[in-house]
Every structure is written in structure tokens, then in C-alpha cells.
């Protein structure tokens, strides 16, 4: 066994903070018996804006109210301060004996875990700082995440956990850096080093480099997604979602609210590629593809020229004039 893996009871030992980017696992670490203090630090920085700017959480609080506040619930100013306390709370971590990072493979998991490291690369940092990261578990036929996971799942996770090296808060770094850069080309280039310290980063990074918009028909991967789901006939956003989540999306990393944003502004564009029928709920709605949206699959016509609402792709705004 590696000697950077410790075989040990759970966390009462020490106190201890457990990261995670949700709060999926928080009830499960409970019942399986942990007793440390939990963090969501789960701002989706794989979606919207990420750029290098000194008011980079406000203008992630706008975005996050914009694009799933009305659904959500919550506001702008609400968002801000759920922002700054996670922020305060992963600064501070460093008052805990040990910190035990709690993430998986894909790009929203990847992105955040580049985020803590770039912290504690910069800042104080606990006795122990440690890392539980995995792509697959035998209990799940397609593994997506850790809240597939039972409690006993997770527990039995604990004494593999391993201590986060030099190398990999590096690299932490050097990603959160990087994807804050108007030019995708820094994360580019870290994602063809295969990232050895972090080995699920690199395919991470070229997923989440595919949202740029494709050469041919100026559609981002999920946004190709999409139409191609509906090109066969009209289907409900509920199952849109559902067939990425099963076969379509080769690395999945969009919750369904993150999704439902990306359907609704594809349907803005001038003309619109694709029609939503009305309704109170809006996952049962239907989206159709129209004849510019199979104009735009088949790369006659880009996507581009249609007018889209602005997005990023971390700190790369696409907008009028995107090359």
C-alpha cells in the first residue's frame, strides 16, 4: 500500500473539516459516522463567469441568480453572501487539524477541487490535508458522483484517502489560474500534460474546453447535445436531461438546473434554434428543434451568427464577435 494512504478509524481522532462541492454526501457522512464539521463550497465555476477580477464573487452571485435564482429561490444579494461565507470558511480551514477533500472525476468536481488547492497552495494549510477522488465504485453501473453513494459506500472510502502532495497543490493552482484567462490556450496546454499528479483533471479540462464553441457550427458540446436529442422529435427538458445523463454526455457534470439555463438561452437566439412549449413546471415542458436549429446541427449555419446571449467558458466571454 502506498505510504501516502492511511488505513484508520474515522475522523474523531482529530477535528476535522470535510470539503465537498454539495451537500449530497452531508447526511451520509453522519450516518456513517464521521463527526466533523462539513463545507459545501459549491459555487459551479464549469458554468458562467470565472474571469481574473477583483469582484469576481459578485459578478458570480449575478450570474447564479440570473441564470437559477427565479427557480432556486434566492437573490443576487443572498448569493453574494453564501459566496463570501464559503470563501471565509475555506480560508479559515487551515484551524483544523486535518481537512479531508471529498471529490469525483468531472469537470464541476475538478474545477472546484483546482480551487481549494490553489488556497491552501497560497495560504496556511492544516497538519493534515487530504484527498478522497475516484471515478468509478462497483455499487454504481455509470458512476457520476459520490451522492450515488450509501453511507457504508462512503465510510469504506475513509482509509483510502491520501495525502495531498506539493505536486498536486501546484497544479491546483496552475488550473484555477489558467481557467480565469481570457485565452483558453493556458488550460490547453495543462490539459495535453495529462495532469500525473491529478490524473482525472486533464480529461476534465478538455471536456470542459469543449463548451467553447466548435469550429464548424459555433455550438458548444452540451448545446450539440441538445439538438441532437431533439432532432429526432420533440422531447421534455426532464428527458433531455435524462438522456445525457445516460449515454449522451461523455463526461456528465451539469445538474439539471444547470442544464434547464443552457436549454432556455439556446431558445433566444435570432432565429430561434429551438422552440419551448409554455407551462407552470419547467422540466415537463417540450423543446422542438426548428429548421435553423437543423440548419446549425448539419454546420450550415453557425450558431454564432444567430445572435446567442453572451456566456463563458471560464474566463472566456463569448459574445458579438467570438473567433
Not at 482529530?14 to 463550497?41: M, N, Q, V, W
Not at 469582484?55 to 441564470?67: G, H, P, Q, Y
Not at 435570432?270 to 423543446?287: C, K, M, N, S
Request: aromatic share 8%.
Amino acid at each position: 500500500m502506498n505510504a501516502d494512504i492511511f488505513p484508520s478509524p474515522l475522523d474523531g481522532d482529530c477535528p476535522t473539516l470535510h470539503i465537498r462541492c454539495g451537500s449530497d454526501i452531508r447526511d451520509k457522512l453522519r450516518t456513517a459516522g464521521f463527526t466533523g464539521d462539513f463545507l459545501e463550497y459549491a459555487d459551479p465555476v464549469c458554468q458562467g463567469p470565472v474571469p481574473d477580477a477583483p469582484d469576481l464573487l459578485e459578478r458570480r452571485a449575478r450570474f447564479l441568480a440570473d441564470a437559477y435564482g427565479s427557480l432556486m429561490g434566492f437573490t443576487a444579494a443572498q448569493s453574494l453572501k453564501g459566496l463570501q461565507e464559503a470563501e471565509r470558511q475555506l480560508h479559515g480551514a487551515h484551524r483544523y487539524e486535518r481537512v479531508v477533500l471529498w471529490f469525483e472525476h468531472d469537470s464541476y468536481d475538478q474545477l472546484l477541487l483546482a480551487r481549494c488547492l490553489s488556497c491552501f497552495a497560497d495560504g496556511p494549510r492544516s497538519a493534515h490535508l487530504e484527498l478522497i477522488c475516484i471515478d468509478r465504485h462497483p455499487s454504481v453501473e455509470r458512476f457520476m458522483g459520490l451522492g450515488q453513494l450509501e453511507a457504508p459506500a462512503l465510510a469504506a472510502l475513509w482509509p483510502y484517502r491520501t495525502a495531498v502532495t506539493a505536486g498536486q497543490l501546484a497544479l491546483g493552482r496552475a488550473i484555477w489560474t489558467a481557467l480565469r484567462r481570457p485565452d483558453p490556450s493556458e488550460l490547453e496546454a495543462i490539459a495535453a500534460t495529462g495532469t500525473p499528479a491529478l490524473p482525472f483533471a486533464a480529461p476534465a479540462l478538455r471536456r470542459h474546453l469543449q463548451e467553447l464553441p466548435g469550429a464548424a457550427d459555433g455550438l458548444s458540446l452540451t448545446q450539440r447535445l441538445v439538438l441532437h436529442v431533439v432532432a429526432d422529435g420533440p422531447a421534455t427538458i426532464g428527458r433531455i436531461f435524462g438522456a445525457l445523463m445516460r449515454d449522451q454526455e461523455p463526461l456528465p457534470f451539469l445538474g439539471d438546473t444547470m442544464l434547464l439555463h443552457v436549454i432556455e438561452q439556446m431558445a433566444l437566439t435570432q432565429p430561434a434554434v429551438i422552440e419551448i412549449a409554455e407551462g407552470d413546471q419547467p422540466f415537463p415542458r417540450l423543446v422542438s428543434i426548428t429548421e435553423t436549429g437543423r440548419q446549425v446541427l448539419a454546420g450550415t449555419t453557425s450558431f454564432l451568427t444567430l445572435d446567442p446571449p453572451e456566456r463563458w467558458v471560464g474566463g472566456v466571454k463569448i459574445g458579438p464577435g467570438y473567433r
